[in-house]
């Protein structure tokens, strides 16, 4: 278990770490942080059952969440650098591997700057999605008006990137959105091998689905094509499917995309409900964290 800020890691290890897990561990699972107190949390967070030791292997910064944070829209309105200063305060007190969310990466020549910006903080992974336009979130599908680049777009935009970053184990992963919006399993394979022959270090699929059948059926496709590519999943919606069922469907990457920050609204709204209604605090301070417990939460506060 790391010592958040009191063990240390450099930006250069901490970029190379998620390549790391995926070539030693048959699966990696990730938690969406969107402060660096709650990727403390998920950094010292682990569940031990029968003497196995489970815990989160690395961090998602969410454009959902981290806009959500902000009171902003989820359309690409929070500028990459006002989102690397905040993931430069998690790198100051965490030590396992981030995978940041660049949405649809903007302009190629903007996203070849900020993955190399990426990596000098220490960023493993950037997941870009193959939509042009205003960007809007995927599980809206087609309830508001969303476009998918040209697969030759797309593409190219992939390979300038791979160009131009610094290191070789810098991940770039496409995101293909070919199920949310309705355009079919037989687009979703073809635009995925379409990114891999492109240069893409790895394929996530995303499905509004509440049955996991679409993203387990595109992994079986997608298998027969490429063995070691990494595959991501973010089971938002198909939410009942256990981890180890994806992993042992082919998936190498399981997101939990946005669960902590829903947990904690719903939290926040309570206490401050009831301190409104009773006037006073005490029949809520068994619902909130002890004074105690926050002096010892962050090492070196007392």
């Known amino acids: 278990m790391s010592d958040g800020m009191l063990g240390g890691i450099t930006a250069e290890n901490r970029c190379a770490a998620l390549d790391k897990l995926l070539r030693w561990n048959a699966g990696v699972r990730v938690m ?6 709650c990727a403390l949390l998920v950094e010292k967070i682990f569940h031990m059952e029968k003497g196995v030791r489970t815990e989160f292997d690395a961090f998602w910064s969410s454009s959902l969440t981290n806009s959500t944070m902000l009171g902003k829209p989820d359309i690409e309105l929070i500028g990459v650098s006002e989102r690397f200063s905040s993931v430069s305060d998690i790198f100051e007190v965490t030590t396992k591997p981030l995978i940041f969310d660049a949405d649809t990466g903007g302009l190629p020549e903007h996203l070849s700057h900020h993955v190399r910006s990426a990596e000098r903080l220490g960023i493993s992974a950037f997941i870009i999605e193959d939509k042009t336009g205003l960007k809007k979130n995927s599980l809206l599908g087609n309830d508001v008006r969303q476009t998918q680049a040209s697969v030759l777009e797309f593409s190219e935009k992939i390979s300038e990137v791979k160009r131009s970053q610094l290191t070789s184990e810098f991940l770039l992963i496409a ?8 355009a079919g399993m037989k ?3 073809y ?3 379409a990114y891999v022959e492109a240069g893409a270090d790895g394929i996530m699929i995303h499905s509004r689905e509440k049955s996991p059948f679409q993203v387990l059926e595109f992994a079986r496709i997608f298998r027969s094509y490429h063995q070691n590519v990494p595959l991501v999943c973010v089971p938002t919606t198909f939410n009942d499917i256990h ?5 042992e469907s082919g998936f190498n990457v399981v997101i ?3 669960h902590l920050l829903r947990a904690a609204y719903p939290a ?3 206490v401050a409900s009831e301190i409104l209604k009773k006037g006073c605090t005490a029949e809520v301070e068994k619902h909130c964290l002890a004074i105690k417990d926050i002096l010892n939460l962050v090492p070196g506060t007392r």
């Open 32 to 37: 969406e942080v969107h402060s660096p107190l």
């Open 175 to 182: 995101r293909v959105e070919s199920l949310v919006l309705d």
């Open 187 to 189: 687009d979703a394979i």
């Open 191 to 193: 635009r995925a091998l």
């Open 243 to 247: 981890y180890d069922d994806l992993i």
């Open 256 to 258: 939990y995309a946005n």
């Open 268 to 270: 926040m709204h309570f």
